[in-house]
């Protein structure tokens, strides 16, 4: 292979990877939205201060709600209650965090990731 052979290849192969990055950023914005979870009116009446949902966790603090992702900040592992310590605790490295969602201690470093939700007529629709 001469020179000029040499950075023609590497031109097609340039073009091959530009146009790949290009396809594989456009399939990731059109992907499908996220996920809802809608609660009714009365099912959030069941349930006292705190609901553990399979993703997320809704704490109730007089008439406002808190909304956080279930998975760890720290490597993703599905976080539980404490209801002795009344604390969100990880059980794979041990962080804690507050009902507030703040980090109080272990390798997470950070406060819960937050959810958005809108409060409807009927419910709380949370977005995964
Ligand atoms: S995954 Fe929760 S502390 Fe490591």
């Given at each position: 292979m001469n020179r000029r052979e040499f950075f023609r290849t590497l031109g097609f192969f340039s073009i091959?990877?530009?146009?790949?990055v290009i396809y594989?950023?456009?399939?990731?914005l059109s992907r499908p939205p996220s996920k809802r979870i809608f609660l009714s009116t009365e099912e959030l009446k069941r349930f006292g201060r705190l609901y553990l949902g399979d993703e997320f966790i809704l704490i109730?603090?007089?008439?406002?709600f808190?909304?956080?992702s279930r998975r760890c900040p720290h490597l993703?592992?599905?976080l539980n209650y404490d209801p002795v310590e009344e604390?969100?605790?990880?059980?794979?490295?041990?962080s804690k965090f507050n009902?507030?969602?703040?980090?109080?201690e272990g390798p997470a470093k950070r406060d819960l990731n937050r959810l958005s939700f809108d409060v409807k007529d009927t419910g709380?629709?949370?977005d995964l």
């Amino acid at each position: 292979m001469n020179r000029r052979e040499f950075f023609r290849t590497l031109g097609f192969f340039s073009i091959g990877l530009s146009l790949y990055v290009i396809y594989k950023n456009l399939t990731y914005l059109s992907r499908p939205p996220s996920k809802r979870i809608f609660l009714s009116t009365e099912e959030l009446k069941r349930f006292g201060r705190l609901y553990l949902g399979d993703e997320f966790i809704l704490i109730k603090k007089d008439n406002d709600f808190s909304v956080y992702s279930r998975r760890c900040p720290h490597l993703g592992c599905k976080l539980n209650y404490d209801p002795v310590e009344e604390l969100i605790t990880c059980p794979c490295h041990k962080s804690k965090f507050n009902l507030d969602g703040k980090y109080l201690e272990g390798p997470a470093k950070r406060d819960l990731n937050r959810l958005s939700f809108d409060v409807k007529d009927t419910g709380l629709q949370i977005d995964l």
